[in-house]
């Protein structure tokens, strides 16, 4: 995308919205679409009055994402607004809060600034979850959280979880939807085989789905709970398009995760979280995780190696640093630093199965984790086996055409953005 293209796509969105909302806010819609901002689920909810919530004790499904165009957390402002009975909130992994690394939460708190009870979703599903909407006696569940678009971030299957036991529990779920932060285009990479489901991926989607939180909701509503599908409200953004990048939304960001800084974090996360199955840092304890990969020990080949793909969209510098923790915490490792650019043209998935192509060939203290973590992240067995038997990024891409061919035919089904 040229410089001048970018300058101008904020400017382009999408006159008015659909979906369940209809065409509420119409003349304040075009005020911010010309001001070249995207207007989140949550503004097209509020500029309708909370219709869609009137007479309902409300539960929120939320992080520190879930904020206004003005930085104002939607948990203050519908709990201040007499339209709406906000009763609960629901924290999902890393906490209502945020302030849990990964694999953690904060478990069952009061929120300071409202008084509300705030009840641990993390590592619960089905009746079990279902049992913590009984008790916190809400009639809908609303979900608002900033997702990343990679099928490992564990926030859509928090958003799975809550529809399956919603459904199970009689209660509607409303999704306010927001930007995926890289684009929509396109579906890449793996599709989830069942037999590796877990809770970085409960279904067989592709590793980026390109899909929003209420396209999502809507494919998993229409393919995966057909036997008991839970009543789904989404609420539209208005003025994105599926090629539009975070930067060109006009809105602020807010790490939807501790180790998740910036957008640039986000684009190259698809890829670079593959490493969390082997020896190698992903960067976690440095200021750029997930852009900077290494362990102790490897030196410019790899580097070299993996500019020798000439893989489109990306650059990959020789780099050294020293996390604080995880992998490797103080010590002083080598490897690359992902520069993306070309943002179009970048396949993080493609880059991501190259760095390790690249990596097992240059490193000879390349090791995956004993548990086989990889299959689970990259949704079967074949990337790993692929890797190991010395196959090259276009043979493993090759592999999961097929599956991804199918998936994205599925997937055109559920999009609401064009």
Known sequence: MSLSRRGLLGLAGAMGTTGAVGAMGTAAGTAAEAAGRVRTGFEQLAADGYRLLAGLRVGVVTNPTGITADARHLVDVLHADERVDLVAVFGPEHGFRGTAQAGGSEGRAQDPATGLPVYDTYG?????????????????????????GAR????????????????????PVVVLDRPNPMGGRRALGPVLERPYASFVGREPIALAH????????RLFNGEFLTGRPVRLETVRMSGWRRESFFGETGLPWV???PNMPTPDTALAYA???LFEGTNLSEGRGTTTPFELVGAEGIDRRWAEAANALELPGVWFREAWFTPTFSKFAGRTCGGVRILVHDREAFDPVRAGIGLLVTARRTWSGFAWRSDHWIDRLTGSDRVRRLVDAGAGVEEIAADWAAGLARFSAVRESYLLYP
Do not use: H, N
Request: hydrophobic share 45%; proline share 3%.
């Open 124 to 148: 619960k599903s089905g009746q079990a979850l279902a049992d913590v909407f009984t008790a916190a006696g809400v009639d809908t569940v609303l979900f608002d959280i900033q997702d990343v």
């Open 152 to 171: 490992f971030y564990t926030y859509i299957w928090t958003l799975y979880d809550c529809m399956r036991a919603a459904a199970a529990a009689g209660k």
């Open 255 to 257: 790490p939807p995760s």
């Open 271 to 273: 890829g670079t979280c």
């Open 210 to 217: 390109g899909m929003t939180a209420a396209e999502l909701a």
